[in-house]
């Protein structure tokens, strides 16, 4: 019988694995938000192998069901992303804890896989931190490149500056290693000059 650590995660990627927009990776198609939680649980174990079981789950569902709420259901301008962000977070929180009630995790756990997700005490809890570290990480080494397509450089180093304000001093140097293009390299070097 599976316990209920394998049980979640195999919830969450169920709901994943509904996302009907599709990312290809080595020559393989995946639902964008299943293969996001796959890359958030492999960075999270290579970051910090030794995290605790209510952040492994937070990493696996970070996303859950994002597409259910895309973002063109807020205005498109700086306050309609944050509005959308911040309901992102309850919704993502709440999606979660249906399933972590449903294959029996007690209120603890579930509470704190919640507060996690809504990014609560961000550089004041270790584990909010941890969460945000991952996410910056899988950002940088898998959606970066794709993104600085859309964007022109000025926006691009914002951006970055903002990433890695949202970092800690080992998310920061674990990005460092990253191996980044040329053309990033710059970039990243310029946003931080």
Known sequence: MKNKF???LELFDQANAKDPNKEVWQEKEYPKELLYGIRMSETLEEF???ASE???LAVRCQHICRWEIPRDSYEMNRVGYLKWRKYLYKFHAEKAAEILEKVGYDTSVTENVKFLLQKKQ????TETQLLEDVICLVFLKHYFKKFSKKYTEEKLIDILQKTWGKMSKNGQEAALKIRFSEEETQLIS???A
């Open 48 to 50: 910090e192998p030794n």
């Open 54 to 56: 209510a952040v492994q």
């Open 190 to 192: 310029k946003a931080l």
């Open 6 to 8: 394998n049980q979640a």
């Open 122 to 125: 961000l550089k004041k809890n």
